[in-house]
């Protein structure tokens, strides 16, 4: 058989990267990603600051890692970088890194030291300036005099890596950079990032991850707390029934675990301040359903992925779902790890235990008497599965680096006359007496009213492409 000719094809680097940096993160995302690479360094404490100066505005992950070799480094700034992964490890697709960050900012810097004796600080630079200058893969080699003022005299001679990133330009879209309304707006997302990191990796913060010390976080030098969905620690607190499901994959089969908990009743939790704690970050509606975890680290957190809708009188039912990276072709991990497809195996396994666990929490909700608990079932199988090992977090120290403070004033507690919580999507709040009204209609009614009609169908259209479960539950 005659060889046939190939062309080598380079991709342009301008155009590519300007792609690449729209992969669908939010800032929130970008900086879980970074934390991941320092969970699978075996780092113990994990140190973010939001650091407002206008336009020279910065954000930094600082962690005590293993570290990186010179080698080791310039590889991690390749699109696709190859290695080896553990099967407990975070990482996967060899663009965390840069993607991550590109995402967010023009310039990022990442200074290292690998964990053996007398290892050298190593310091590269990817420029997204300079790489629309020259159109080419090019990253700076930086001595330890070129760092810029924010990654210097970190790591003093202790193993760890700084990842920094400058021109924050999909941050800061705003007249006037330097204005208060930057400032403030920097801060919410300082909050939004210590909410976000206390939810992915709460097993990890909780030192609930076997063969692992517990995980530190700070965010601008205060720590993160572990946020559990679950409140194992509220004495009504109720655990359902485990059930084991093999899935199989491209990659091989493996086991997914399920855990389904049913929480109290708001008038059986121990206080008022751990109700509104358990509402979560996106309120008690839309935190009910599944929470998925790869490897110990949450991806997805709420909806019940289109196995039944959100409702009100469902929303104590939370169900952690588990599995491992040698399913993550047949989950469709994407390169952000912030959403999941389910197996279409594993829906129709799904579908009768979705309606008994709505069952139970149903009757939680109207503080009726719990009918039984659904039966034992056993483990479904559907090829030969591998059973899964469980993860792996060392202690703290304290990041002494100056930033601005985030907002930690508190939010108005919800009346007690007010049915549902005004921000779940879904339903609206309502006053005693008022006609219950859907929030489509509600809003659909305001957007009349306002005049803004064709700008909320714009909204609806918008909404459907990017979150087709919320459009759906909305009615859209």
């Known amino acids: 058989m005659a060889v046939r000719k190939t062309i080598q094809v380079v991709p342009r680097a301008r155009r590519t990267l300007t792609s690449l940096r729209n992969l669908g993160y939010d800032l929130r995302h970008a900086v879980a990603d970074i934390v991941d690479n320092s969970v699978s360094a075996d780092a113990t404490d994990v140190h973010v600051t939001v650091h407002f100066d206008g336009a020279r505005s910065w954000i930094r992950i600082l962690d005590n890692g293993r570290g990186m070799n010179a080698e080791t480094l310039t590889e991690a700034f390749r699109y696709g970088s190859e290695r080896d992964y553990g099967r407990t490890e975070l990482g996967r697709f060899g663009f965390g890194l840069k993607s991550a960050s590109t995402s967010q900012c023009r310039r990022v810097t990442v200074v290292s030291r690998a964990e053996t004796p007398a290892a050298e600080l190593e310091a590269r630079q990817l420029d997204l300036d300079h790489i629309d200058r020259v159109n080419d893969w090019q990253i700076f080699d930086l001595a330890p005099d070129e760092l810029p003022e924010p990654a ?26 330097f204005g208060g309304w930057a400032k403030k707006q920097l801060i919410s997302h300082a ?27 700070t965010v601008n030098g205060t720590s993160v707390e572990a946020w559990d969905p679950f409140c194992r620690t509220e004495p009504s607190a109720e655990a359902l029934q485990e059930e084991d499901i093999e899935v199989s994959s491209s990659e091989g089969n493996g086991i997914v675990h399920l855990r389904p908990f049913v929480l109290p009743n708001q008038n059986h939790f121990s206080s008022q301040a751990a109700w509104k704690r358990a509402s979560g970050p ?36 939370r169900v952690s779902l588990e599995f491992f990276p040698e399913l993550d072709s047949a989950f469709g ?21 979705v309606k008994d666990w709505s069952r139970v929490a149903d009757a939680a909700y109207r503080q009726k008497q719990r009918p039984p608990k659904p039966r034992p079932r056993r483990t479904r199988t559907t090829g030969v599965a591998s059973t899964p090992s469980v993860p792996t977090a060392r202690t703290p120290s304290s990041d002494h680096s100056h930033s601005l403070e985030r907002d930690s004033s508190p939010k108005p507690a919800t009346s007690p006359s007010t049915l549902v919580d005004h921000r779940e999507v879904g339903t609206v709040s309502r006053v005693p007496g008022a006609a219950p009204q859907s929030a489509r209609q509600a809003l659909e009614a305001a957007a009349e009213q306002a005049g803004e009609s064709q700008a909320l169908s714009r909204i609806a259209s918008a909404l459907r492409t990017m979150s087709p479960e919320t459009a759906h539950d909305l009615g859209w």
Not at 291 to 315: F, M, P, T
Not at 333 to 353: C, D, G, I, Q
Request: aromatic content about 8%; hydrophobic content about 40%; charged content about 25%.
């Open 333 to 353: 991990v994407n390169v952000a790890k912030a959403s999941v497809t389910l197996p279409a195996e594993l829906r129709k396994e799904l579908s009768p235990l």
């Open 191 to 217: 909050g939004d990032i210590d909410e976000h990191l206390g939810m992915v990796f709460h097993r990890f913060l909780a030192g609930e991850v076997a063969n692992r010390e517990p995980l530190r976080i």
């Open 152 to 177: 210097r005299s970190l790591l003093d001679d202790a193993s760890g890596t700084v990842v920094l990133w400058e021109g924050l330009d999909r941050l800061l879209q705003y007249q006037d950079p």
């Open 282 to 317: 996106k309120s008690w509606n839309r935190q009910q359903g599944f929470y998925i975890y790869r490897a110990d680290r949450l991806i997805q957190s709420g909806g019940w992925c289109r196995l039944r809708a959100v409702e009100e009188h469902v929303k104590l039912a």
